[in-house]
């Protein structure tokens, strides 16, 4: 389809050159396989001397859906986040406008387009990678660092989640999907009774820091990504989140993304000014982030037998007991 | 007793089709699918050679751990129950036993190449 014959191509053309210097019009404007919450679409700025690689991030059909607001932050608070990330140096695409009503195509908002990699297969095994990957756990502390410094004070309004708030949440999920799994109930109890005291000091927190949502170059780490679910919470949680073995893709004795120790995400972590890491803390979260990932399989299974027949989402729900040996191996260790 | 082939042989020649014959002139989405639903009759296949055993051996460690008599879906709630509420712990003879066993087989049927649980094997002495 050319972007004539796209519904959005003119507007966004002409968000284009109100808003990049010097653009002409915008060409090569394609759509980007992404999530189901999140139109992303790829595009250039023309101008005189060439083209600004762009892309949109915009919700579904332009609006966001309502019910999947539950953890998912606006767009516009999306796009203030990354500009006040940008602040305290965390590398982020810089943010170029904002659509407003006058736009026409709805909710979001238009960024540089960093070049990279995401897909960790890649990441984690492609040459040029080779001289990153020693790098890039370092970095990622370091990075989370000065995410976590973000003054609360110019933060906009954000969703408050603690420890124990977020077991209770994944409890009650597990309840209402009614399937029996005693390592999960053995898991929730365990963090019911190692819960961070409601006294810990709470950041921004990033919320899906991995493999998947770091743009990575061969010098590093070049951009962090998708700041959906970003909330107030335990820094903690962000330096657990990239190290539970799902994240690893096989790697499983390189903890941090299946490309680094946790030694060096700490070591660039407190390096970086972020406070004294706190081990009882990192495990809760690791635990928690692990459960996390076993009851979205769980609601795969249920989706899928409620009537979504797809195979895929089947299969997913039968990875759960991955999950399940994480956390006997985190909980129940045999060595 | 059924005729020959038995059930298991039918899966494997349907997977085998899937894979060498179906995929190949498949493209994209479809290509996809039916890889993923390749992988989704290999788990049939463990199930039906792992799971009788298994789960007779599953149904007897609850029975002892519980002491009680059930199907193997109110002996899991009951466990369920008593762990939430805290009267079997991991340090109630048994309990980590069973929930390894259990876990070990499921993964043996779900998922044999994951890494926490080749990790585990290591980690519990045995082979396979």
Known sequence: ?335 | MQDQPSAIELVEAVTEFLRNHAMPQLQGHAAFHARVAANALDIVKRELEIGPDATARELARLKTLLSKDGTMEELNRELCTKIEKGELTLDTPGLKDHLWETTLTKLAIDQPKYSGYRRALEESGRDE
């Open chain 1, 1 to 335: 389809m050319g972007a004539e014959a796209n519904p959005i191509a003119a507007p966004l053309a002409e968000v284009a050159r109100k808003h990049i210097d010097g653009a002409t019009g915008i060409a090569a404007l394609k759509r980007l396989s992404g999530g189901a919450s999140q139109e992303i679409w790829s595009f250039d700025a023309t101008t005189s001397d060439g083209t600004v690689p762009l892309i949109l991030r915009r919700a579904p059909g332009g609006v966001r859906d309502a019910g999947r607001s539950g953890t998912a932050v606006a767009l516009e608070t999306e796009a203030k986040l990354i500009q006040l990330a940008e602040t305290v140096g965390v590398p982020v695409p810089p943010v170029r406008h904002v659509l407003t009503e006058e736009d026409g195509i709805g909710q979001g908002f238009v960024m540089d387009r960093i070049p990279g990699e995401t897909l960790a297969r890649k990441i984690l095994r492609d040459d040029e990678f080779a001289e990153a990957r020693p790098k890039l756990a370092r970095q990622c502390g370091e990075i989370l660092a000065k995410l976590h410094t973000v003054d609360k004070s110019t933060l906009p309004p954000l969703r408050v989640s603690t420890g124990s708030g977020e077991v209770e949440q994944y409890l009650q999920t597990y309840r209402q999907l009614d399937y029996p799994h005693p390592v999960f109930e053995l898991a929730f109890r365990w963090l019911r009774d190692n819960a961070p005291p409601d006294t810990t000091e709470l950041t921004l927190v990033h919320g899906d820091f991995r493999n998947g949502n770091l743009m990575i170059g061969p010098d590093g780490v070049r951009a962090v990504l998708d700041w959906e679910i970003a909330h107030v919470g335990d820094p903690m949680a962000d330096l657990s989140w990239i190290c539970i073995n799902p994240w690893r893709f096989g790697n499983i004795d390189m903890p941090v993304g299946g490309f680094g120790t946790r030694e060096d995400l700490f070591a660039g972590y407190e390096a970086a000014g972020g406070c004294k890491v706190d081990p009882a803390r990192i495990k809760f979260w690791e635990v928690l982030g692990t459960l996390k990932w076993g009851v979205m399989c769980m609601g795969m299974a249920s989706a899928f037998l409620q009537g979504d027949r797809s195979v895929e989402r089947a299969t997913i729900g039968r990875r759960s007991s991955e999950t399940e040996v994480d956390l006997m191996r985190l909980l129940a260790p045999l060595k």
